[in-house]
Protein backbone atom coordinates (compact mmCIF):
# COMPACT_ATOMS: atom_id res chain seq x y z
CA UNK A 1 0.00 0.00 0.00
CA UNK A 2 1.62 3.66 -1.33
CA UNK A 3 1.54 6.15 1.39
CA UNK A 4 -0.47 9.04 1.63
CA UNK A 5 1.17 12.69 0.94
CA UNK A 6 0.26 15.90 3.00
CA UNK A 7 1.95 19.16 2.19
CA UNK A 8 1.99 21.51 5.08
CA UNK A 9 5.01 23.56 3.71
CA UNK A 10 4.54 26.98 4.71
CA UNK A 11 2.52 26.71 7.99
CA UNK A 12 4.17 26.93 11.49
CA UNK A 13 3.32 25.23 14.94
CA UNK A 14 0.89 23.92 15.61
CA UNK A 15 -0.68 24.04 12.36
CA UNK A 16 0.93 20.58 10.78
CA UNK A 17 0.51 18.92 13.85
CA UNK A 18 -3.17 19.84 14.17
CA UNK A 19 -3.38 18.53 10.07
CA UNK A 20 -1.83 15.30 10.45
CA UNK A 21 -3.67 14.56 13.28
CA UNK A 22 -6.52 14.93 11.40
CA UNK A 23 -5.39 12.80 8.46
CA UNK A 24 -4.21 9.84 10.47
CA UNK A 25 -7.95 9.90 12.54
CA UNK A 26 -9.32 9.27 9.18
CA UNK A 27 -6.87 6.45 8.24
CA UNK A 28 -6.71 3.18 8.81
CA UNK A 29 -4.16 1.39 11.63
CA UNK A 30 -1.58 0.30 9.47
CA UNK A 31 -1.72 3.17 7.00
CA UNK A 32 0.90 5.46 6.43
CA UNK A 33 1.43 9.11 5.37
CA UNK A 34 4.67 10.89 4.57
CA UNK A 35 4.49 14.70 5.81
CA UNK A 36 6.05 17.73 4.03
CA UNK A 37 6.69 20.24 6.47
CA UNK A 38 9.16 23.75 7.01
CA UNK A 39 8.79 24.54 10.36
CA UNK A 40 11.84 24.10 11.61
CA UNK A 41 10.71 23.23 15.18
CA UNK A 42 8.82 20.54 13.52
CA UNK A 43 11.67 17.83 14.32
CA UNK A 44 10.48 17.99 18.23
CA UNK A 45 7.25 18.33 17.60
CA UNK A 46 6.72 14.93 15.65
CA UNK A 47 8.89 13.01 17.92
CA UNK A 48 6.77 14.12 20.56
CA UNK A 49 3.17 13.94 18.53
CA UNK A 50 4.39 10.23 17.60
CA UNK A 51 5.36 9.57 21.43
CA UNK A 52 2.06 10.18 22.83
CA UNK A 53 -0.44 9.36 20.22
CA UNK A 54 1.58 6.19 19.60
CA UNK A 55 1.66 6.55 16.19
CA UNK A 56 4.98 5.28 14.79
CA UNK A 57 7.38 7.95 13.33
CA UNK A 58 8.93 5.01 10.82
CA UNK A 59 11.62 7.95 9.96
CA UNK A 60 12.20 11.73 8.99
CA UNK A 61 14.52 13.83 6.89
CA UNK A 62 15.78 16.64 6.18
CA UNK A 63 16.20 17.46 2.29
CA UNK A 64 18.67 20.41 0.42
CA UNK A 65 15.89 22.19 0.07
CA UNK A 66 15.24 22.79 3.69
CA UNK A 67 11.69 20.45 3.59
CA UNK A 68 11.33 17.64 6.45
CA UNK A 69 9.75 14.58 5.74
CA UNK A 70 7.92 12.43 8.45
CA UNK A 71 7.44 8.90 7.28
CA UNK A 72 4.45 7.99 9.84
CA UNK A 73 2.22 4.75 10.58
CA UNK A 74 -1.34 4.97 11.92
CA UNK A 75 -1.47 3.16 15.14
CA UNK A 76 -5.05 2.84 17.02
Do not use: W
Not at 4 to 31: H, N, Q, W, Y
Not at 44 to 59: K, M, P, Q, V, Y
Amino acid sequence: MAARELDVRGLFCPLPILRTRKLLDSMAEGEEVLVYVTDPASVIDFRHFCNITANELLSYDQREDEVFVYHIRRHL
